[in-house]
Antibody, heavy 118, light 106 residues
Framework: VQLVESGGGLVQPGGSLRLSCVASGFTFSDYEMNWVRQTPGKGLEWISFISASGRTKYDADSVKGRFSISRDDVGNSLYLQINRLRVEDTAIYYC????????????WGQGTLVTVSS | SYELTQPPSMSVSPGQTASISCSGDQLGDKYPSWYQQKPGQSPVLVLHQDNKRASGIPDRFSGSNSGNTATLTISGTQPVDEADYYCQAWDGSSYVFGTGTKVTVL
């Protein structure tokens, strides 16, 4: 199982980014997926969930209305569209696979760093 | 919103037992998981469904959960176990992570 994120970088407050995660080593379309972020030196914060079908999505209150999760099963890819970025969105963003047998995350990507600064 | 609270830090001597608590309302009904994160690395699943070890996790890691408190126990702690540990539960429409515990082995 491999999850490889990309798309992070330096962006000004109010800007937008689209994060990508390419999955390999498993049947991507069978799995629910998540984005989790971590401010450097701080704890983990769950951001968004998408079901295997793509029809069910959940977002944390802190990002609702600004972040949007989506998936492309043909390309084995997970996305996170981030709009109206704030300084407090600065974090490492992890792509994370949901376990099929329990409410847990069984694989994580290496993360991509998003820095929001003027 | 749902919250999970952990002690910020703890120290344990090599070979001794470390017990990390995670507190949340009716956590006993939520089958929490535990993750280990070492500096500069992504988190790794340690336990799921209260006490089931993830693939490759040594049997010195165990878990319990009852009432409002879940506990991760590391028996015979080794220097390689020094890391941050996070509990996590599903709250119906969101994952919630605990505040994290830094375990120092010295």
């Amino acid at each position: 199982v491999q999850l490889v994120e990309s798309g992070g970088g330096l962006v000004q407050p109010g800007g937008s980014l689209r994060l990508s995660c390419v999955a390999s080593g498993f049947t991507f379309s069978d799995y629910e997926m998540n984005w989790v972020r971590q401010t450097p030196g701080k704890g983990l914060e769950w951001i968004s969930f998408i079901s295997a079908s793509g029809r069910t999505k959940y977002d944390a209150d802190s990002v609702k209305g600004r972040f949007s999760i989506s998936r492309d099963d043909v390309g084995n890819s997970l996305y996170l569209q981030i709009n109206r970025l704030r300084v407090e969105d600065t974090a490492i963003y992890y792509c994370a696979r949901d376990s099929r047998t329990s409410a847990a995350i069984d694989y994580w990507g290496q993360g991509t760093l998003v820095t929001v600064s003027s | 919103s749902y919250e999970l609270t952990q002690p910020p830090s703890m120290s344990v001597s090599p070979g001794q037992t470390a017990s990390i608590s995670c507190s949340g309302d009716q956590l006993g009904d939520k089958y929490p998981s535990w993750y280990q994160q070492k500096p500069g690395q992504s988190p790794v699943l340690v336990l799921h469904q209260d006490n089931k070890r993830a693939s490759g996790i040594p049997d010195r890691f165990s878990g319990s959960n009852s009432g409002n408190t879940a506990t991760l126990t590391i028996s015979g702690t080794q220097p390689v176990d020094e890391a941050d540990y996070y509990c996590q539960a599903w709250d119906g429409s969101s994952y919630v992570f605990g505040t994290g515990t830094k375990v120092t082995v010295l």
